[in-house]
């Protein structure tokens, strides 16, 4: 089992940043894979970026050159750094592991095995 703990969400003004965290604690070491997704309200949840045991990253197409994901392997921590927010950027963001990246056609996501419960972001105009 894996347990997954978001932080870091906000309301900031459109053009701002925010730091997202997940912190992650049981058997780690079977995740090979590590990703964030976002749900706004009344859409689907979608991939925002994810971090493979390698370090390969791959970001959805909205979050490209604004996002940047990262990993402290000795904190356990899994980090989403976004920057140039937009108020369509709103929404729940929910960390996920899982052993192994996979594509989905537009993106690679983890085989996604645990999920946090979310933390919310909220981007005003």
């Known amino acids: 089992q894996v347990r997954l703990v978001e932080s870091g969400g906000g309301s900031v003004q459109s053009g701002g940043s925010l730091t997202l965290s997940c912190a992650a604690s049981?058997?780690?070491?079977?995740?090979?894979?590590m990703g964030w997704f976002r749900q706004a309200p009344g859409k689907e949840r979608e991939g925002v970026a994810t971090i493979d045991i390698d370090g390969r990253t791959d970001y959805a197409g909205s979050g490209k050159g604004r996002f940047t994901i990262s990993q402290d392997n000795a904190k356990n921590t899994l980090y989403l750094q976004m920057n140039s927010l937009k108020p369509e950027d709103t929404a729940m963001y929910y960390c996920?592991?899982?052993?192994?990246?996979?594509?989905?056609?537009?993106?690679?996501?983890?085989?996604?095995?645990?999920w946090g419960k979310g933390t919310l972001v909220t981007i005003s105009s």
């Open positions: 996920a592991a899982g052993a192994r990246r996979t594509w989905n056609g537009e993106m690679y996501q983890c085989t996604t095995n645990y």
């Open positions: 049981g058997d780690t070491g079977s995740s090979g894979c």
